[in-house]
């Protein structure tokens, strides 16, 4: 039975799944991270070309029929991949997933703290576009701002939403994300720079300003206060994160 909770739309198109195990560039070297493997389509291509998978998957009536069948290069674990610490699972190079739409954001911000050299993976459309926006868009998030921190990421291709079973409302799209082999630019303290960027994009029509005096008192020195967050680069915000946090 479906579980539309936990985001099952199967790939049912055979060439979707062939295309994005293409794009990862899979080799006998790779050890290959999947999240929610499903009943398989897109595991049984990357076991083929990698010397392991790691397929992480939740609903365990799935896993139960994926066991009977998957080759011995498959590690399954059946769990939430949210609660799976990455250090304690074998090192993987590559991360390919259709992932369930629910937790694609917490699973995004969980793969840019790990270390990978590719990752291909398939989500919503409106959810890949604003991993790409640019700034002064609706689409420009702290999504946005903490991909291209760590990661060059690009859109391959739309998935039309009939390539699923059952079929979503919206169409999807492949991404490929490499990380950086350093972060874009420089950051004192990531974990300050992350949660400034959050409280910032919840306050993303008010000025700079009025998010910054909210938290931390009058600070007048710093730049860019009579802007919105919507309206800074990366970079930018990575430059107030820094001045800030000399000053608190
Ligand atoms: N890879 C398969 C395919 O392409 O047909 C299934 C993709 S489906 C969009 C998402 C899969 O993720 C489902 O099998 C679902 O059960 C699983 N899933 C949902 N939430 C999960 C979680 N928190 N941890 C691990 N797997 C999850």
Redesign the pocket.
Known sequence: MV?PR???????DSSV?QREVTYAGITKNDVVL??????????FLLAEKAKQVIA????KH?VEQLRTSIPENVTLIC??????DFQSIPRFTKIV???????SSP?MFKFLQSTFSIAVL?FQKDFAERLVAVPGTKDYSRLTVGVSYKARCRILETVPRNC?SPQPKVDSSIVELILHKKPMFKVEDEQFFFELTKQLFNHRRKKIRYTIKSIYGNLEQLPYLEKRVEELTPEQIGELSNLLYHYV
């Open positions: 579980k936990l985001g099952q739309h199967f790939l049912i799944a999947e999240i929610g493997p499903g009943k398989g389509i897109i595991t992480i998957e939740i609903d799935l769990q939430d991949a949210l609660s799976v997933s259709n992932l369930p739409f629910e937790i699973l398939i699923f």
